[in-house]
C-alpha cells in the first residue's frame, strides 16, 4: 500500500483511476469482498475491475492501480499529475 500522503486524497485518486478503466472499456463492479478482495478479472473474455465496498479509499485505489497498469498503456492517454504519481509509487 501507498503510505505516502498525495495532494488528491485517496478517494479521488480512485475516481480518477475508475475513469480510466472506464474509457478503456473496462466494467467496474462494486461487491462485498471482506476487504481483502477486489481487483481485475477477466470472465468470458471481458475485463472486469471489482471494487471491494469494505475495503477502504486507499486499498481500493491500490488495486485499481495496479490493473491500470496492467492493461492500460499509460503512455499514451493524459492521466492528472497527482494521478500518475500514485501509479508511479505503486508500481
Do not use: H
Not at 479521488?12 to 478503456?24: A, F, K, Y
Not at 481485475?40 to 465496498?53: A, E, G, N, P
Amino acid at each position: 500500500m501507498v503510505k505516502r500522503k498525495f495532494k488528491m486524497n485517496e478517494k479521488r485518486i480512485l475516481d480518477e483511476l475508475i475513469e480510466v478503466l472506464q474509457s478503456q472499456g473496462i466494467e467496474i463492479r462494486s461487491d462485498f469482498f471482506g476487504g481483502t478482495g477486489g481487483g481485475l478479472c477477466v470472465v468470458k473474455d471481458k475485463k472486469i475491475f471489482f471494487i471491494d465496498t469494505d475495503a477502504t479509499a486507499a486499498e481500493n485505489a491500490a488495486k485499481c492501480a495496479q490493473a491500470v497498469l496492467e492493461s492500460v498503456d499509460i503512455d499514451t492517454i493524459y492521466i492528472k499529475p497527482d494521478v500518475r504519481e500514485f501509479l508511479e509509487k505503486v508500481n
